[in-house]
């Protein structure tokens, strides 16, 4: 079935770091990927999409883009900010009769300090 | 504006009890979900439907049943609770058929089995 694995974490960094978070993936068709961010005692939220291979993602600065030669989606930012912690979770979705059911990797926590 | 809530949003309980997660929905979508997020796990479907009478099971849907009545909810039941079953459970609805279509999650309810 399919699957999405997510680097494990967490991960802390200092503001005005770099961020990538690794997400890798396998599916049988051609599936929708995104990144949802998950703010402490919220929901998900989504942060951004990638429809078809090749297409990249962005929204708040940062940014992913659909690989489908490697079956890749890394988030990355080029400056995080103290407000960018939270949990980030790497999704897909089959689309078609699937009708957008999401398979979830297991999450990232991020911490970024002053 | 239109939103997605569920309730209550704690919940303590003991084992064999029955409890009934609530989920309520305004924007008017025919598909809705239920997931349950464990450390380690991400997030896990358990049961969604596409529309009213429409129910299927997700990858985790032991011990738990959900009935959709009308647009607007989805309730998720757990029928005798299981310390399994402690949990963040969060609800999600989406517009279209399609696997491009955002999901949106509502707040979450932390269910402790004890």
């Known amino acids: 079935g399919d699957s999405v694995t997510q680097m494990e974490g967490p991960v802390t960094l200092s503001e005005e770091a770099f961020l990538t978070i690794n997400c890798t993936y396998t599916?049988?068709?051609?599936?929708?990927l995104f990144w949802y961010v998950q703010y402490p005692g919220e929901g998900l939220q989504l942060l951004l999409k990638?429809?078809?291979?090749?297409d990249k993602g962005s929204n708040k600065g940062f940014e992913a883009t659909y690989r489908k030669e490697t079956t890749s989606f890394h988030l990355e930012k080029g400056s995080v900010q103290v407000s960018d912690s939270a949990v980030y979770f790497c999704?897909?979705?089959?689309?078609?009769?699937?009708?957008?059911?999401?398979?979830f990797g297991q999450g990232t926590i991020l911490t970024v300090h002053p | 504006d239109a939103e997605i809530t569920q309730s209550p949003r704690h919940k303590i309980t003991e084992t064999g009890r029955q409890v009934t997660l609530a989920c309520h929905q305004t924007?008017?979508?025919?598909?809705m979900f239920w997931y349950r997020q464990d450390l380690g796990h991400g997030l896990r479907l358990i049961h969604y439907?596409?529309?009213?009478?429409?129910?299927n099971k997700g990858e985790v849907s032991d011990g738990y049943s959900v009935s959709r009545s009308n647009t607007e909810d989805l309730p998720l039941t757990l029928e005798s609770a299981a310390s399994s079953q402690t949990s963040v459970y969060f609800c999600?609805?989406?517009?279209?058929?399609?696997?491009?279509?955002?999901?949106?999650f509502g707040p979450g309810t932390r269910l402790t089995v004890l």
């Open positions: 999600a609805s989406s517009g279209g058929p399609s696997g491009y279509n955002e999901q949106f």
């Open positions: 990638a429809t078809k291979a090749d």
């Open positions: 999704a897909l979705s089959e689309g078609g009769t699937s009708y957008g059911k999401l398979t």
């Open positions: 599916a049988t068709g051609y599936p929708s």
């Open positions: 924007w008017n979508h025919n598909n």
């Open positions: 439907s596409y529309g009213v009478q429409d129910t």
